[in-house]
């Protein structure tokens, strides 16, 4: 990978979503509804868990962004995310897909795929559901991930080939990719905490932040993809920021996530500039 | 308004509650089911979360009181939220709807209004939720108010003579309305912080603890209407004051919620009588 | 009740568990679903809610322990417990009932008598709930408990020689009973705290622990009831010792939870051995 002058203007963004408020619609696990909530509350945006079948569709094309997370997924759950994904399809809407437990068991792993195909704007997973979505893993044992982030980078490209969007995996050192022609952008972003892992749903809580940041982007302006892939990365980078100042404070993992809360809503636009964040191009 | 001298007795209400334990029937969205359980269990009542159709007429018997919020209801909480209704309109036993984000999508409204022309004991939203319901206002975009609380004060006065209950708007200076004949009685609770609207469920859990209050009210006898206005104002000055207090001790939204809860908990009942309460009536 | 030198070794079981993580399929309430996910994850143990009718036997034969929680469960959510029930009585996979409001509401009862009747490794639940399931009393009020545990220490035996497995009752002191031939097995747990009441979900958290520490106790080998027993034990002292630990640091039951969940996660092994528990056996 080489690395490249371009940087995203992480504050830039961060600003653009404290000032626009948006509205994200959440179709998403009930085990990770509060938190998420929480955390886009905290991070300036308005959430919303509209997940009827019967108001799916009209509540998304009110909606700035969409995310669909169908990880305790029951039938009407589902049918309100068809609904949502052909709203956003058809406006152009962002909208991100969390793949959560792709691949480890059947049903679940038929409907993300079928998700997949309609050309999410990010997917946003670790690294077992990222490589078990390209193709490429076993798919974990849930929601933990088995796979190294490095390891499925390669994966990650490829995926993000297939959709057309971008493509984020979790991990120790996230990365975020995007490609275009022979040429992928990745981004990998450092920092967090160890005790993130430890407490349940900040992965589907930071797709939730991705759609907040994909519509502050989209507000900004500028070419789609790159623009997109900017925003995931912003998202990621408030993440890990927040991550790490709450580490700091914690005792452990119920104290780090009441922290993170604290952390995601006090963070001040220039911070982001401060984010461990690396970009670079890959020739494919 | 005029002001008028009588005030409700706000720490015998608190009292009562804590020595009666009411058992709260909450009809609630999964987002917040978690914290408006511990908010009614910190508050000194017994929550219990009973929705599925076969169930909840029975258990609307033995509950004390009942709460429906369709904010993330599927058929089967449609289900149980008729059959919960119907049993508290035989028995008059009180009951609360929190109309969450009626008048933004269209079935969810249906189902709203069908549950509001029931006469709920006392209805609870925030403006926009309100000014909706009452066919003034086009609904918010979701949770949040976009109307302020004095706007709509004619909307809940309009509301509360339809269902013949008790109107509560939340909002910075909180409204608590019913009307007897050609005059409205009103109070306006103020307290609580900033940060409650960055706390997702605050609304819906003073929906829940409401329900509460109007149970122990009902035990402490007298005039209908009247107590259960009074123990809808002593609900919203518990959450006042409980939310000045964690406000106090807050670094942000998650130990928000935090001292929220344990706040709820160690008030004392003679101090729901500093609560800032103003009480009056108006000519209609 | 005879006392005995025979103590589980607490300490190995809670060693076995870290080293294995195991993976714990949660078909649980919607209300207690986050917490349940932090109580296990803390622990030491990988949760996951997969709950779709359509997955939930799949998973199950992937998991490591199931628990069956159906305080909130609408129809799919019941068919995946009948499924995953059936994958672990075929398999010899631990499970756990948590019989959640039995008696108190007539479908609910039913389902939770049909899951009973498939012989659970382990029923957890109050006093209340045991004596109901067992067959004598009246169920309580939801999920509060008002009989003693002391009371219900006859039906507890009762309900074992039944199912075969381990009943543990969870109150001021907790009892975890089996029963071999003519001799009942009990332990009594003391600890926790007095604010423990006041979080809702910490017996339905609790009984997720248990799957983990009866997935780690397989994993130990030893004669299957005893071992089951052992690891019930297990799972009831670290929530005791957790409990304890975090009423020390609480200011009400916000900050309890908070507490509790680090308190959990930081526990030493060896910490366990100093848990207030004593074991006896009862001749029936």
Same mark, same amino acid.
């Given at each position: 990978?080489?690395?490249?002058?371009?940087?995203?203007?992480?504050?830039?963004?961060?600003?653009?979503?404290?000032?626009?408020?948006?509205?994200?619609?959440?179709?998403?696990?009930?085990?990770?509804?509060?938190?998420?909530?929480?955390?886009?509350?905290?991070?300036?945006?308005?959430?919303?868990?509209?997940?009827?079948?019967?108001?799916?569709?009209?509540?998304?094309?009110?909606?700035?962004?969409?995310?669909?997370?169908?990880?305790?997924?029951?039938?009407?759950?589902?049918?309100?995310?068809?609904?949502?994904?052909?709203?956003?399809?058809?406006?152009?809407?962002?909208?991100?897909?969390?793949?959560?437990?792709?691949?480890?068991?059947?049903?679940?792993?038929?409907?993300?795929?079928?998700?997949?195909?309609?050309?999410?704007?990010?997917?946003?997973?670790?690294?077992?559901?990222?490589?078990?979505?390209?193709?490429?893993?076993?798919?974990?044992?849930?929601?933990?991930?088995?796979?190294?982030?490095?390891?499925?980078?390669?994966?990650?490209?490829?995926?993000?080939?297939?959709?057309?969007?971008?493509?984020?995996?979790?991990?120790?050192?996230?990365?975020?990719?995007?490609?275009?022609?022979?040429?992928?952008?990745?981004?990998?972003?450092?920092?967090?905490?160890?005790?993130?892992?430890?407490? *349940?749903?900040?992965?589907? !809580? /930071?797709? $939730? #932040?991705?759609? &907040?940041? @994909? =519509?502050?982007?989209?507000?900004?302006? +500028?070419?789609?993809?790159?623009?997109?892939?900017?925003?995931?990365?912003?998202?990621?980078?408030?993440?890990?920021?927040?991550?790490?100042?709450?580490?700091?404070?914690?005792?452990?993992?119920?104290?780090?996530? *009441?922290?993170?809360?604290? !952390? /995601?809503? $006090? #963070?001040?636009? &220039?911070? @982001? =500039?401060?984010?461990?964040?690396?970009? +670079?191009?890959?020739?494919?």
């Amino acid at each position: 990978m080489s690395t490249t002058a371009f940087t995203p203007d992480l504050p830039a963004l961060h600003a653009r979503l404290q000032a626009s408020a948006p509205l994200v619609q959440a179709i998403t696990n009930t085990v990770v509804q509060q938190f998420s909530a929480n955390v886009l509350l905290a991070a300036g945006a308005a959430p919303a868990m509209i997940d009827h079948e019967a108001d799916a569709a009209q509540f998304a094309g009110v909606a700035d962004g969409i995310l669909i997370n169908l990880g305790t997924a029951s039938n009407h759950q589902l049918l309100a995310a068809d609904a949502a994904i052909s709203v956003a399809s058809e406006t152009g809407k962002p909208w991100v897909l969390d793949p959560v437990s792709v691949g480890v068991v059947a049903f679940r792993t038929i409907k993300i795929r079928q998700a997949a195909a309609a050309r999410p704007t990010v997917v946003r997973g670790n690294a077992s559901e990222i490589a078990a979505l390209a193709g490429a893993g076993a798919g974990g044992r849930g929601v933990d991930s088995t796979d190294e982030v490095d390891a499925v980078l390669p994966a990650a490209i490829r995926l993000a080939q297939t959709t057309g969007g971008v493509v984020a995996v979790s991990g120790a050192r996230d990365a975020v990719v995007a490609v275009e022609g022979a040429q992928a952008r990745i981004a990998r972003i450092g920092g967090g905490h160890a005790l993130m892992p430890k407490v *349940v749903g900040m992965g589907c !809580a /930071l797709g $939730a #932040l991705v759609v &907040a940041y @994909l =519509a502050a982007g989209r507000a900004l302006g +500028g070419e789609r993809l790159a623009g997109d892939w900017a925003a995931t990365v912003a998202a990621h980078a408030h993440f890990a920021l927040a991550g790490a100042e709450a580490g700091a404070r914690a005792l452990g993992p119920g104290s780090f996530q *009441v922290a993170f809360v604290d !952390a /995601l809503h $006090a #963070l001040p636009s &220039a911070d @982001l =500039a401060r984010a461990d964040v690396q970009v +670079g191009t890959r020739a494919l």
